[in-house]
């Protein structure tokens, strides 16, 4: 059994609740500013937030996860879509997903299980842009099954869940 089997079994993911704002505003602001972590370009504020958070907790373009270990929230998952446009001509959706653990949970596993029990949409890609300075995230997204497929605009590393 892998380390990250180990940790599978301990993490409950369950979908993200109007009462999550919270937990939500405070793991987006523990990130900010980090090298690497965010495209935010100033601290959100709380106002900012819960009409961001309200606007799409409840929408079916935006799946979102709370991670927990023993009931203690220890991360988000958030998939949301957006449609793309491939070659000029067609419409493709692709789910960005994105990981936040709490700084306190950190290294211990749980990004890499929160994103394998996290569920997949059947359609669309499922990719993830990681800035190139991000190593953990680089690590923990590679340990989950996906692979880097390239880059965009020079800033982010694309990394794509490759599906069995």
């Known amino acids: 059994m892998t380390e990250t089997a180990n940790y599978l079994q301990a993490v409950c993911l369950r979908s993200a609740m109007d009462e999550d704002a919270v937990l939500f505003y ?4 523990a990130v900010y500013g980090l090298p690497g972590v965010t495209s ?3 601290p959100i504020t709380w106002e900012e937030h819960i009409a961001w958070f309200t606007d799409r907790v409840a929408s079916p373009s935006h799946r979102w996860y709370v991670g927990e270990v023993d009931g203690k929230a220890i991360g988000i998952v958030r998939l949301d879509n957006y449609p793309t446009y491939a070659d000029g001509s067609r419409i493709q959706h692709e789910w960005a997903v994105s990981l936040i653990i709490d700084p306190r949970e950190q290294r211990k596993g749980y ?3 929160l994103l394998i029990a996290a569920p997949k949409p059947e359609c669309g890609r ?3 842009r990681i800035h190139p300075l991000n190593k953990a995230s680089q690590r923990t997204f590679t340990r989950a099954g996906f692979v880097n497929v390239g880059s965009e605009r020079a800033h ?5 869940l490759i599906k069995e």
Do not use: C, F, N
Not at 26 to 29: K, P, Q
Not at 156 to 160: A, N, S
């Open 26 to 29: 405070r793991l987006r602001r």
């Open 111 to 113: 990004g890499t299980s």
């Open 40 to 42: 935010e370009p100033a």
């Open 126 to 128: 499922i990719v993830a």
């Open 156 to 160: 982010w590393l694309i990394y794509e």
